[in-house]
């Protein structure tokens, strides 16, 4: 498959592209025919969301002995180590139960804090975005490259999260709004330049582990609306966001934080 798969280092993303591949193709046998249940703070959980954790978790201990994992549905599972893998194993599980197509698996590497390498795998929609610190970002074989234009136009697409459409003064924006229920998959789209940005709040860093190293591979970078950077290992530390976020361009992020800010 064209695109680079190594980073300055050597790391090889290769086997844990094969890895969510296989993942997602799994998944992708009960999209949209699986019983879901309640999780304590109301999002939907399913058996596979369980398994697929369990599968990727197993083959990173396979893969990367020594490197540390964590996911949406089990948390941490070892001590804090340099090299961590995070997964969200279904992100977008209402659209997933829902027969929806826009969910992804998604698996990220954080070593020593900072965004190595990441692999989102969108089964339904036929797209598998990867990346390697250093070794730029692809989706199937195509190099991504984001936009940061100097203005907002009316036909710019904005991706905000349901919590940020809640909670934020989006009619400020004068773009196009889209909510699709998979943040990595919007942060995937941003990194693609298809959309401009992608504002949310409340978001993990299972959610956002691997699109934060395919993001800033395409040139864009991560904020709090206030202006303190967004970083993975802050985020690791957080678990979530508590604050609205956003992730542009630097000429974007501060159109967007103009607009959306107290």
């Not at 998944?27 to 596979?48: C, I, M, P």
């Not at 693609?192 to 934060?212: H, K, N, Q, S, T």
């Not at 967004?230 to 966001?241: D, K, Q």
Request: glycine share 14%.
């Amino acid at each position: 498959m064209p695109g680079s798969e190594r980073d300055g280092s050597g790391f090889d993303i290769g086997p844990v592209r094969d890895l969510i591949v296989e993942a997602g193709r799994r998944a992708l046998d009960q999209w949209g025919n699986v019983r879901a249940e309640a999780k304590a703070d109301q999002s939907l959980v399913t058996a596979v969301d369980r398994d697929t954790e369990d599968y990727l978790a197993a083959g990173i201990a396979r893969l990367y002995p020594d490197a540390g994992f964590g996911g949406e549905e089990y948390g941490l599972r070892t001590e804090r180590r340099p090299d961590v893998w995070i997964c969200d194993p279904i992100d977008g599980t209402t659209n997933y139960v829902r027969g929806l197509p826009h969910w992804c698996v998604s698996l990220g590497l954080l070593r020593d804090g900072v965004a190595a390498a990441g692999v989102v795998y969108a089964p339904a929609l036929d797209r598998l975005y990867w990346g390697t610190r250093g070794g730029g970002a692809f989706c199937n074989g195509v190099r991504l490259c984001a936009r940061d234009p100097d203005g907002i136009e009316y036909e710019d697409v904005l991706c905000v999260s349901t919590n940020g459409l809640k909670t934020l003064p989006v009619s400020r924006v004068e773009a196009r709004l889209r909510c699709l229920g998979s943040i990595a998959l919007e942060l995937c789209l941003v990194a693609e330049g298809r959309a401009i940005g992608a504002v949310g709040v409340g978001e993990g860093i299972v959610d956002m582990a691997a699109a934060m190293c395919l993001c800033g591979e395409a040139g864009l970078a991560f904020d709090y609306l206030d202006g303190e950077d967004l970083t993975p290992a802050g985020l690791l530390a957080e678990w979530r966001t508590k604050r609205h976020f956003l992730c542009a361009g630097t000429r974007m992020s501060g159109m967007l934080r103009e607009r959306l800010g107290s």
